[in-house]
């Protein structure tokens, strides 16, 4: 069955500090991959998405992924973390035929 | 442009009753969705459209029902609200493409008693 895992469910990071979170898929293809954010009692907002080409993506907000094929995985990076990205995150995949899976997210914490 | 609207924000049912979330979207897109998301579970797809008068099931469409009569609306009906419906209920809508990003709605909190 199609899947797409984020083995993380919280993370804390201090504010400057390196960010990754790890996106892990199962398709018989490889699908077009997605990242979103979501602030509390928001919407989801697209940061990132992969479908040819480049293997690193890059984002708005300063965020960037890279899809690894050979591990199905689709990591979020981000340099230098700032207190405004406290949010909950989700990778998400679909294989074209509308069928969005996302996985279960992960929350993000910043330290000041 | 409004984007995405869902009303309403909050809604209380009693066990039995049956109620309609409204989605509305002013992007012009075909594409409409309606998702679940209950905690540690991430958002799951209920029921979807690909344009009016086309609709098809999700990932958990039982005990939901959807239509598509217009572009622009895309409304989510409970026939019998049951406890395990209590959810945040979100609407996305998107272009075709597999590769078109989808723009959320805020979502409609369900409390089902």
């Known amino acids: 069955a199609q899947s797409v895992t984020q083995p993380d469910i919280h993370i804390t990071v201090s504010e400057g500090a390196s960010l990754e979170l790890r996106c892990n898929y199962s398709?018989?293809?490889?699908?077009?991959l997605f990242w979103y954010v979501q602030s509390p009692g928001q919407g989801l907002q697209l940061l990132l998405k992969?479908?040819?080409?480049?293997?690193l993506v890059q984002g708005i907000k300063g965020f960037e992924a890279e899809f690894k094929r050979s591990q199905s995985s689709f990591n979020l990076r981000k340099p230098s973390v700032h207190w405004s990205d406290a949010a909950e995150y989700f990778c998400?995949?679909?294989?074209?035929?509308?069928?969005?899976?996302f996985g279960t997210g992960t929350r993000l914490k910043v330290l000041a | 442009n409004a984007g995405v609207t869902q009303t309403p924000k909050f809604q209380v049912l009693k066990t039995g009753q049956s109620m309609t979330l409204q989605c509305a979207q002013d992007?012009?897109?075909?594409?409409m969705s309606w998702y679940r998301q209950d905690p540690g579970m991430g958002l799951r797809l209920i029921h979807y459209?690909?344009?009016?008068?086309?609709?098809d099931q999700g990932e958990v469409p039982n005990g939901y029902n959807v239509s598509r009569s217009t572009t622009e609306d895309f409304p989510l009906r409970l026939l019998s609200a049951a406890p395990s419906q209590t959810s945040v209920y979100f609407c996305?809508?998107?272009?075709?493409?597999?590769?078109?990003?989808?723009?959320f709605g805020p979502g409609t909190r369900l409390t089902v008693l």
């Open positions: 998400a995949a679909n294989s074209g035929t509308y069928k969005y899976i």
């Open positions: 398709y018989g293809a490889t699908p077009y």
């Open positions: 992969y479908f040819s080409g480049d293997t």
């Open positions: 992007m012009n897109h075909e594409y």
């Open positions: 459209s690909v344009g009016a008068g086309i609709t």
């Open positions: 996305a809508t998107a272009g075709l493409a597999g590769t078109d990003t989808q723009y």
